[in-house]
């Protein structure tokens, strides 16, 4: 969300924003709803004082009938004026503020223009991609030779997208996650582990709603209170723990003195994928449910000190993947494939033989202080001045999806694989998944 006022101030800045984020918002029925909310709001006021004034005054005549009935008859005109200006003002300031979580953040001036992932920008590439002298296999291959994915049968219990880790593939999975969340505590990072179940205002106030509503699962029975009362209130399951972290500081006014704030969080994540129909059928590229190593940091409202937390972010994602051996690039995600809340944004790709390219494992966003409006976090400056912090997020780690790079670039040649020398001490230093002998 961005002020009214630099807005109106910004027009033409921000039709150009609209077009270059693909975002269809008429800024001019945004404005126009602005005003005349301001305008009712007016009259509202003043009706209002009006009556006040009207009722001291009759309390100060009450003996005066004549004047007691015709202020009394004057007054219940306000009331019908006032009862149809509200009911218009809620409707129109309802309006106003749905328009307004549509508005985009200004993107940064070095952000590639173009509609999509083919207009990103790479700038940076490390580790060299493996050349295997023999035939590969997909991490779907590896996975049911190896006994560690089963696909039919997570198919079969959970539907489409459904899966089953086994045997050393679940010590893989948390052994990344513990391995980073370590990682990050001796960072300084501080360690969550939030709600996955949110209420709406967490997901209108990260940006999720009502840009990525569909894609968010919504609970069908929320439950009901002691007295037997049925919760109304709906409830979600989120896609990252980026709304709940954020929503932990909502409303509230921190102390500059307190900042930045690094959080590192763990969730599982669920994503209903509607948008990608199609899209990635097999294997664990995208799936509906994963765990996910979130990196979050609340910083002051400076665009220099911001961009600096963002390329920390950047830098931490990259030293795990380093650590893990596996190559990747550095993409800097274009306008139209960035999101309407981000200012500025980096994709970190890792390569996974079996596509022959590389896949999106890592997201890195600065949305400035687009979050902190919706959700009401502010700090108080060293001079008094109120202001709203800025936000900053990246993935640390996603699995199943990074499996597939693990098992792929580490295949050899037996058909075993390889683990990763960071993660040996979480699988009792075991240096392969060999294939295991099945009795009959």
């Known amino acids: 969300m961005l002020d009214i006022k630099f807005i109106?101030?910004?027009?033409?800045?921000?039709?150009?924003?609209?077009?270059?984020k693909y975002i269809d918002l008429n800024l001019e029925n945004l404005l126009g709803l602005y005003e005349r909310k301001n305008e009712l709001l007016k009259r509202i006021v003043k009706l209002r004082a009006e009556r006040n004034k009207n009722i001291d005054f009759i309390k100060k005549n009450l003996k005066d009938e004549n004047t007691f009935y015709k202020i009394r008859e004057k007054n219940?005109?306000?009331?019908?004026?006032?009862?149809?200006l509200e009911g218009e003002y809620r409707k129109i300031n309802e309006k106003f503020h749905q328009l307004m979580l549509l508005v985009p953040n200004i993107p940064s001036e070095d952000t590639p223009?173009?509609?999509?992932?083919?207009?990103n920008k790479e700038i940076y590439r490390w580790g060299k991609i493996p050349n295997f002298n023999f035939p590969i296999k997909s991490h779907i291959e590896l996975g049911k030779e190896l006994d560690l994915i089963d696909i039919e049968?997570?198919?079969?219990?959970?539907?489409?997208?459904?899966y089953y880790l086994k045997n050393e593939a679940v010590l893989l999975h948390f052994a990344l996650v513990w391995y980073c969340l370590n990682k990050l505590s001796q960072k300084?990072?501080?360690?969550?582990?939030?709600p996955t179940l949110v209420k709406e205002f967490s997901l209108i106030g990260s940006g999720h709603f009502p840009f990525g509503i569909d894609d968010i699962y919504q609970?069908?029975?929320?439950?009901?209170l002691k007295s037997g009362k049925e919760i109304k209130e709906p409830i979600f399951l989120v896609g990252t723990s980026e709304p709940s972290l954020l929503a932990y500081y909502s409303d509230r006014v921190l102390n500059e003195k307190d900042l930045p704030i690094k959080i590192c969080g763990i969730s599982s994540c669920y994503r209903s994928e509607v948008g990608s129909y199609g899209k990635d059928v097999k294997g664990l590229y995208r799936v509906h449910e994963f765990i996910k190593v979130e990196q979050l940091i609340i910083c002051k409202n400076d665009v220099k000190e911001s961009n600096r937390y963002l390329e920390e972010l950047r830098s931490n994602a990259e030293e795990i993947l380093q650590d893990l051996e596996l190559p990747y690039r550095v993409v800097q995600v274009c306008t139209g494939d960035m999101g309407p809340g981000k200012f500025k944004m980096y994709d970190i790709e890792t390569w996974m033989p079996s596509r022959q390219a590389y896949g999106e494992t890592h997201s890195a966003s600065n949305l400035t202080d687009w979050q902190a409006r919706r959700l009401n976090i502010k700090y108080k400056a060293s001079n008094g001045e109120k202001k709203y912090v800025h936000t900053l997020n990246n993935t640390a780690i996603a699995s199943p999806r990074i499996l597939i790079s693990i098992l792929e670039c580490n295949q050899q040649s037996d058909g075993s694989v390889k683990i990763p020398q960071i993660l040996r001490p979480y699988l009792g230093n075991k240096k392969y998944i060999s294939r295991r002998i099945l009795s009959d």
Do not use: C, H, M, W
Not at 76 to 83: A, F, V
Not at 154 to 160: I, L, M
Not at 188 to 194: A, D, E, I
């Open 8 to 20: 109106k101030e910004n027009k033409d800045l921000l039709q150009k924003v609209l077009k270059v």
């Open 76 to 84: 219940k005109q306000i009331k019908e004026d006032l009862k149809k």
């Open 113 to 119: 223009i173009g509609r999509g992932s083919n207009d």
């Open 153 to 162: 049968t997570g198919a079969k219990v959970s539907g489409f997208r459904g």
């Open 188 to 194: 300084g990072y501080k360690l969550f582990l939030p």
């Open 219 to 224: 609970i069908a029975n929320p439950g009901k």
